[in-house]
């Protein structure tokens, strides 16, 4: 273990994006399977991530290794954040009607079942008119 210890020292380690790539290498190890055999030169594709994923883990150049996990961090909260935002909007539809601010397209909710309405964007403050 004290070997390990000291064989590690000074290099990377694993991160987030070191587990993404390993879990898509072993996705794309399982869609391989189901591939006619004379594809059978695709599974290279699938160890490219592993090989990366081992390349990120014992690397020595610690800032370029951060910052690379850090754009990955920002893409994947955004990506949860727009599974997150659309999965509310369609929980929700029920109960309110969702538009668009033409003037600056910030999104607006307003209940339904009110009739026809003037609807004033809290942002720009521009009105327009929408049935709810």
Same mark, same amino acid.
């Given at each position: 273990m004290d070997r390990l210890r000291r064989f590690m020292f000074g290099r990377y380690g694993g991160?987030?994006?070191?587990?993404?790539?390993? *879990?898509?290498?072993?996705?794309? =190890? =399982? *869609?391989?399977?189901?591939?006619?055999?004379? =594809?059978?030169?695709?599974?290279? #594709?699938?160890?490219?991530?592993?090989?990366?994923? &081992? #390349?990120?883990i014992f690397s020595r150049?610690?800032?370029? %290794?951060?910052?690379?996990?850090?754009?990955? =961090?920002?893409?994947?909260?955004?990506? &949860?954040?727009? #599974?997150?935002?659309?999965?509310? %909007? &369609?929980?929700t539809l029920k109960n309110f009607k969702y538009y668009t601010c033409s003037n600056c397209k910030q999104r607006l909710r307003v209940p339904r079942g009110k009739g026809k309405m003037s609807i004033t964007c809290p942002k720009c403050k521009s009105s327009f008119k929408g049935k709810s």
């Amino acid at each position: 273990m004290d070997r390990l210890r000291r064989f590690m020292f000074g290099r990377y380690g694993g991160d987030e994006l070191s587990k993404a790539l390993l *879990v898509l290498s072993f996705i794309l =190890l =399982l *869609v391989m399977n189901f591939l006619p055999r004379y =594809l059978g030169i695709l599974v290279v #594709f699938a160890y490219v991530p592993a090989l990366i994923c &081992i #390349f990120r883990i014992f690397s020595r150049n610690i800032y370029k %290794r951060r910052s690379e996990n850090y754009k990955y =961090l920002k893409i994947k909260s955004k990506v &949860i954040m727009w #599974f997150e935002n659309n999965l509310n %909007r &369609i929980k929700t539809l029920k109960n309110f009607k969702y538009y668009t601010c033409s003037n600056c397209k910030q999104r607006l909710r307003v209940p339904r079942g009110k009739g026809k309405m003037s609807i004033t964007c809290p942002k720009c403050k521009s009105s327009f008119k929408g049935k709810s």
